[in-house]
């Protein structure tokens, strides 16, 4: 199985565990005398089922993305690095908005405001970050559609 494959399993078990978990919680209490729609020690049954096999996946793959060196980077510090730095874009993308602002005086004599960062140098961080996220997202993806996931 790829890496991308164990991915997309993986996504889509956490989907059918909260699924199955509404659907129990529908059908744990019933009026007395009623049967529920559906059997609660089946779905439980496959509640764990499946969150037995997403624990198999989640540590096959955190092993993958551990043992998988990519231009001197193991996948996990890539996933990392991308994390990180889409965070830091978006406070600087914040920061870049706000300076940017123009803030309007009636008079002469009120408060003028002005930024204290040059919003042109931190846009230019802003792309440099844009790019670098760009080309780790694309080594992810060609690697999770190459790689063998390892088990």
């Known amino acids: ?12 078990l956490n ?7 509404d659907r129990i919680e529908r059908i ?6 009623e049967c529920p729609v559906e059997d609660p ?35 996990t510090q890539m996933i990392a690095r991308k994390d990180a730095l889409s965070i830091k874009l978006g406070a600087y993308k914040d920061f870049v908005r ?11 004599t009120e408060i003028k405001v002005i930024p204290t960062v040059k919003a042109s140098e931190l846009q230019k ?4 970050m844009s790019k670098e996220i760009r080309l780790l997202d694309n080594s992810l993806q060609e690697t999770n559609w190459t790689r063998e996931l390892m088990e």
């Open 1 to 12: 199985m790829k890496l991308a494959e164990a991915l997309q399993e993986r996504a889509d």
């Open 41 to 75: 020690q089946e779905l439980l049954h496959e509640l764990n089922e499946s969150i037995s096999r997403l624990e198999y996946l989640i540590a096959a793959i955190n092993h993958t993305n551990d043992q998988t060196v990519i231009n001197g980077m193991t996948l």
């Open 125 to 128: 961080e802003i792309d440099l």
């Open 15 to 21: 989907r059918n565990i909260s699924s199955l978990q």
């Open 28 to 33: 744990v209490l019933v009026q007395e005398g």
């Open 98 to 108: 706000e300076a940017g602002r123009n803030t309007s005086r009636a008079r002469g």
